[in-house]
């Protein structure tokens, strides 16, 4: 009887460490997470995982980036949040993937254009800090603002939406009313340009040094650049551009050709005017 009730101790004993064993799963955790994922992944696509963008070495400058995003139709469309948000005025629309056409946005052109109030905000141009940033198309005529918002989600940048609207009112002169008739009306050009002219420059002796000096109206003739007239395009970077500001700052980029050139505008009893320019193209 003895050796029968010690048995089935020693049975019990063996059935409660089995037990014991079966909890330790050394994979459960990993289990756990798998499982979490699929569920996740199927609310939003069925069987499928949802594919993140991943980091180029183009993301580290927005710059870069932003060229790339402009010249290469496949990385655009992985960087475009489908469907992408489209904002014209109050009115909200969608845009699916197949209804995408490639935006080559300002890479055809031979310059780009940036806007700026002051001088200190053109520091930003190339900070690698950035993690939200506006892309601009500004239509003088119409004085409408087509602004792309891009966003860095975990190292990449990211288009997310689009935004058609008018340009807010001024008190005083409106800058792009003003630039649209400085850049296609040559006698009013010449009552806006402020003599001399402040004029900045490469010595053509030193590549390494600036001179400072000035122009007369018929200098600023012979000098000045092709001007855009139909639209100006803008990356904000994070610098503010105030429509009641008593400075502008225009710099026009060349792409992969040198080309440099930025004017400065002051406004006088109300008005704009051309009060300082620069010419360091290489």
């Known amino acids: 009887m003895k050796k029968l009730i010690a048995g089935v101790i020693l049975l019990c004993m063996l059935g409660s460490c089995g037990n014991k064993k079966t909890k330790i799963d050394p994979f459960a955790s990993i289990t756990q997470e798998v499982d979490s994922i699929r569920q996740q992944a199927d609310s939003i696509h069925g069987d499928e995982l949802p594919e993140e963008p991943q980091p180029i070495q183009a993301d580290e400058s927005f710059d870069d980036f932003i060229y790339n ?31 995408w056409k490639h935006d080559n946005l ?22 690698t800090s950035l993690t939200s940033v506006q892309v601009e198309w500004i239509f003088v005529k119409t004085r409408m603002m087509k602004r792309y918002y891009f966003e860095r989600i975990k190292g990449a940048w990211i288009l997310e939406a689009i935004n058609l609207r ?8 409106n800058f792009v009313e003003f630039f649209g008739r400085f850049a296609t009306d040559s006698i009013f050009q010449s009552q806006r340009v402020r003599e001399p002219l402040a004029f900045v420059t490469s010595d053509p002796d030193d590549d390494f040094s600036i001179l400072e000096t000035s122009l007369d109206l018929n200098q600023w003739f012979a000098f000045k650049p092709e001007l855009p007239s139909e639209r100006l395009s803008n990356i904000n970077y994070g610098q503010r551009n105030d429509d009641n500001s008593t400075t502008k700052i225009l710099a026009l980029k060349g792409i992969g050709n040198g080309f440099s050139n930025i004017l400065y505008f002051c406004r006088k009893a109300g008005e704009w005017e051309l009060c300082k320019f620069e010419d360091t193209s290489i």
């Open 166 to 173: 008018p340009i807010g009112k001024s008190d005083n002169e």
């Open 69 to 99: 995003f402009a010249s290469d139709d496949a990385l655009q469309r992985q960087r475009v949040k489908f469907p992408l948000p489209y904002y014209k005025g109050d009115e909200k629309s969608n845009i699916e993937e197949k209804h």
């Open 106 to 127: 300002f890479t055809k052109q031979h310059y780009y254009t940036l806007l700026f109030d002051k001088e200190e905000d053109m520091d930003l141009v190339g900070d």
